[in-house]
């Protein structure tokens, strides 16, 4: 009994007994838990006590990605059929970048996202073939000089124990709060989905630093309406369909999703973009081909 009560008090608590002062190297200098801290400061702070950011590049890593994945995909939401191998992959994965936030407490993985980077007209989007002939996306994959300017920001996949986590987290109290352009009760920190805005972060700085023009993406009217309380605006390029419930195709310029954030977020942007540039050297030729022989196997049986 006592052993159960040990375990249940870790499992609950280990977020909040965690140190601030304890970073990681892609972390902010640490506060000390007396000072008073600004909206912008604090979610930064919050965030990388707890998080550190990975672009996948070693096998390893990816199959983190593909995992997790496998986990939301084809487990929790039972969009894709489960396979044995429990790591749900694509023939886009072949030209793409995954990216994904390890939760320092448990070393688990708390979300994972993906920006497909085609290189020529033989590597299409995904979305491209829920798109009719004229459209622009079609245009720039059937030239290998615009193909590289757009990419697809796809297979965000957030494990349901840690999509419940952000409705919970107490980022900051609102008495330790001060100079701030945002008062608490303008921004909700209750409530702030911070996983998924780190993971939009890190693909709007991949594509700066490959000179992206647009990033598109097939994603929920409803998600794309609640983006724009951050002042990331996606602008939609098409009729929405119906798949995997009603989705509509989005883009956004990389320096326009950053340059349009409300205040609260721009030092937490700018912490994101710090920390993951030492792992962008070569990422698109390191993401070309970068899937094993074994998954290129199941995925072509699969096709």
């Known amino acids: 009994m006592g052993a159960m009560r040990v375990k249940r008090i870790t499992n609950e608590t280990l977020d909040r007994m965690l140190p601030l002062a304890h970073h990681n190297a892609n972390s902010h200098a640490a506060h000390s838990f007396g000072e008073k801290l600004s909206i912008d400061k604090a979610i930064s702070q919050f965030f990388f006590s707890r998080y550190a950011l990975v672009v996948a590049k070693t096998d390893k890593e990816k199959e983190i990605s593909f995992r997790t994945r496998h986990h939301v995909y084809c487990e929790e939401m039972q ?3 489960t396979n044995s191998e429990q790591q749900e992959v694509d023939q886009y994965d072949e030209f793409s970048v995954n990216c ?13 996202i993906r920006l497909v980077l085609p290189n020529n007209v033989e590597q299409s989007l995904p979305l491209d073939k829920f798109l009719p002939d004229e459209h ?3 245009s720039a994959t059937s030239c290998n000089r615009k ?3 757009i990419c697809e920001i796809s297979r965000l996949a957030i494990p349901k124990a840690f999509r419940l986590r952000q ?24 409530h702030f989905p911070y996983l998924s805005i780190a993971l939009y972060f890190m693909i709007a700085s ?3 630093k490959e000179n992206v023009k647009h990033a598109y993406v097939l ?5 794309a309406r609640r983006l724009k309380m951050f002042g990331i605006h996606f602008e939609q390029v098409g009729e929405p369909i119906n798949h ?11 320096g326009v999703l950053i340059n349009n954030l409300i205040a609260p977020l721009k030092d937490f942007q700018e912490s994101v973009d710090n920390a993951i540039k030492p792992m962008l050297n070569n990422i698109r030729s390191e993401c070309d081909g970068s899937v094993d022989e074994a998954r290129k196997r199941r995925v072509a049986n699969a096709a």
Do not use: Q, W
């Open 147 to 149: 193909v590289r300017t």
């Open 219 to 223: 994603m929920e009217p409803k998600l």
């Open 79 to 81: 969009f894709e059929k």
């Open 244 to 254: 995997n419930g009603v989705r509509a195709p989005y883009r956004i310029a990389p």
């Open 167 to 190: 409705l919970k987290s107490n980022i900051v109290a609102p008495e330790k709060l001060v100079g701030s352009p945002y008062s608490a009760s303008d921004f909700n920190l209750n």
């Open 136 to 138: 622009e996306v079609k």
């Open 206 to 208: 991949i594509g700066i």
């Open 100 to 112: 994904y936030i390890k939760h320092l407490p448990t070393g688990k993985c708390a979300g994972t």
